[in-house]
């Protein structure tokens, strides 16, 4: 009897042994596939169209209140303004571009600063080369940044005392106030005004940069070199630019997604730094008037706002402005 308990209570154990080790034993779980959605985004977002051929497509502004999206290299242009393309004081070049937006600070500034340089310098006025797309973005062919309609390039050349074809807006060109060696300024075509010109636009509290070639920023060292150059330190050197400078003005207070350019170095820039740039390798970099540096970045390279951007309906009051200021022939 007694060997029977033992036996009974023996396979009891071995079965709860069993039953535990069953319950313990490792489990295999097959993981979970890849999301077939997320995939199908991922691919549409690699082999979607640059963002430059998207946003030069757009004609017209899109609606919705005036801000500046992103950084200055890599953004976009909410509820632009156009600049007209001819204003007592300025006339707009390359109008076929259709690069004359901006945000309504950029083009309150050409207003204002016009005529203020026309008057410093003695010119009829200015011509103004390329602002922005009206939604800003990139630009297919030109330029890296001119994406947040904060951004103008402004010709060293005066603007001429009568209005300008249309023939003439398109082909001629800008005149080149560096030497051949890329070292000094033509001194056949630079004169003082074009001192003043810089200064002029340096000095505006909004300005955040002006841009010019390093032959210019080294002679604006040697002529001030006895004035006050307080203005100099915003005036940096920069490739190209030897037919006209960059200003570019600081984020808005109305746009809260606009990213800020780190503030420019202390001093005026007079110093050994400004070397660097008269060195073999930076002086045989040819930059390519139609090379488009930001012509490869995607709709995701943008901040997420800039597909709304792209994709909202069209301001209604921007067909009849632009049909006024178009240039006559």
């Given at each position: 009897?007694?060997?029977?308990?033992?036996?009974?209570?023996?396979?009891?154990?071995?079965?709860?042994?069993?039953?535990?080790?069953?319950?313990?034993?490792?489990?295999?779980?097959?993981?979970?596939?890849?999301?077939?959605?997320?995939?199908?985004?991922?691919?549409?977002?690699?082999?979607?169209?640059?963002?430059?051929?998207?946003?030069?497509?757009?004609?017209?502004?899109?609606?919705?209140?005036?801000?500046?999206?992103?950084?200055?290299?890599?953004?976009?242009?909410?509820?632009?303004?156009?600049?007209?393309?001819t204003?007592?004081?300025?006339?707009?070049?390359?109008?076929?571009?259709?690069?004359?937006?901006?945000?309504?600070?950029?083009?309150?500034?050409?207003?204002?600063?016009?005529?203020?340089?026309?008057?410093?310098?003695?010119w009829?006025?200015?011509?103004?080369?390329?602002?922005?797309?009206?939604?800003?973005?990139?630009?297919?062919?030109?330029?890296?940044?001119h994406?947040?309609?904060?951004?103008?390039?402004i010709?060293?050349?005066?603007?001429?005392?009568?209005?300008?074809?249309?023939?003439?807006?398109?082909?001629?060109?800008?005149?080149?106030v560096?030497?051949?060696?890329?070292?000094?300024?033509?001194?056949?075509?630079?004169?003082?005004?074009?001192?003043?010109?810089?200064?002029?636009?340096?000095?505006?509290?909004?300005?955040?940069?002006?841009?010019?070639?390093?032959?210019?920023?080294?002679?604006?060292?040697?002529?001030?070199?006895?004035?006050?150059?307080?203005?100099?330190?915003?005036?940096?050197?920069?490739?190209?630019?030897?037919?006209?400078?960059?200003?570019?003005?600081k984020?808005?207070?109305?746009?809260?997604?606009?990213?800020?350019?780190?503030?420019?170095?202390?001093?005026?820039?007079?110093?050994?730094s400004?070397?660097?740039?008269?060195?073999?390798?930076?002086?045989?970099?040819?930059?390519?008037?139609?090379?488009?540096?930001?012509?490869?970045?995607?709709?995701k390279?943008?901040?997420?706002?800039?597909?709304?951007?792209?994709?909202?309906?069209?301001?209604?009051?921007?067909?009849?402005?632009?049909e006024?200021?178009?240039?006559?022939?």
């Amino acid at each position: 009897m007694n060997g029977n308990v033992a036996v009974v209570i023996a396979f009891s154990v071995a079965l709860t042994c069993a039953a535990t080790a069953k319950r313990t034993a490792p489990v295999h779980i097959p993981l979970p596939r890849n999301n077939p959605l997320k995939n199908i985004e991922q691919q549409k977002q690699e082999n979607s169209p640059p963002a430059a051929s998207l946003f030069s497509e757009k004609k017209l502004p899109s609606l919705g209140k005036a801000m500046a999206i992103g950084y200055y290299p890599r953004g976009c242009l909410q509820g632009g303004v156009e600049l007209p393309t001819t204003g007592p004081t300025w006339q707009v070049m390359r109008p076929s571009r259709n690069r004359n937006w901006g945000h309504p600070e950029l083009v309150k500034f050409l207003e204002r600063f016009a005529p203020l340089v026309a008057k410093a310098t003695g010119w009829k006025g200015i011509l103004i080369g390329d602002m922005a797309q009206p939604r800003g973005g990139p630009l297919p062919f030109g330029h890296k940044s001119h994406q947040i309609g904060l951004d103008v390039d402004i010709w060293f050349m005066p603007m001429p005392d009568r209005v300008l074809t249309k023939y003439e807006r398109e082909n001629i060109l800008a005149s080149n106030v560096v030497a051949a060696d890329g070292k000094h300024i033509n001194d056949k075509i630079w004169s003082p005004a074009d001192v003043v010109f810089i200064r002029t636009a340096a000095e505006q509290p909004e300005v955040e940069r002006v841009l010019v070639n390093a032959a210019i920023k080294k002679e604006l060292c040697r002529v001030e070199s006895q004035n006050d150059r307080s203005w100099m330190s915003k005036v940096r050197p920069w490739y190209g630019h030897d037919d006209h400078v960059h200003v570019r003005l600081k984020c808005p207070a109305d746009s809260p997604n606009c990213r800020a350019q780190p503030p420019v170095p202390g001093g005026d820039g007079c110093d050994k730094s400004l070397d660097h740039w008269f060195t073999d390798s930076i002086l045989r970099i040819k930059i390519p008037e139609f090379g488009g540096s930001s012509a490869g970045l995607k709709l995701k390279d943008l901040p997420a706002a800039c597909i709304a951007v792209l994709n909202a309906p069209a301001s209604p009051a921007s067909a009849a402005i632009k049909e006024q200021s178009e240039p006559r022939r």
